[in-house]
């Protein structure tokens, strides 16, 4: 029904900045939220930031406000995170994920992608 697939992780040095895409296939994400996620290892998967499909609206975490900005293209069906002054605490695998009742602030999100490696040097 729906298909996530996360691109553009890769090595950066810290500091710098990467843009990770969420190319998603469905009818509709109409209502829908959708969000970025990430997991260390050995760490808990944690949330990121989150858009409502439909009016834009966005939440991020503390951790990353200020750095990390989400966005979407509607007629691409793309998600994006914007990544900028990168840490190594932020190297992660980072997942693309869609919540069908548009509730941003949960872990709960009914579809997943498969994730792709940023990996920040420091």
């Known amino acids: 029904q729906v298909q996530l697939v996360e691109s553009g992780g890769g090595l950066v040095q810290a500091g710098g900045s990467l843009r990770l895409s969420c190319a998603a296939s469905?009818?509709?994400?109409?209502?829908?939220?959708m969000g970025w996620f990430r997991q260390a290892p050995g760490k808990e998967r944690e949330f990121v930031a989150a858009?409502?499909?439909?009016?834009?609206?966005?939440y991020c975490a503390d951790s990353v406000r200020g750095r990390f900005t989400i966005s979407r293209d509607n007629d691409k069906k793309t998600v994006y995170l914007q990544m900028n002054s990168l840490k190594p605490e932020d190297t992660a695998v980072y997942y693309c994920?869609?919540?069908?009742?548009?509730?941003?602030?949960?872990?709960?999100?009914?579809?997943w992608g498969q994730g792709t490696q940023v990996t920040v040097s420091s």
């Open positions: 994920a869609a919540q069908r009742s548009g509730i941003m602030r949960t872990m709960d999100y009914d579809y």
């Open positions: 469905g009818r509709t994400f109409s209502g829908y939220a």
């Open positions: 858009i409502s499909w439909t009016s834009g609206r966005r």
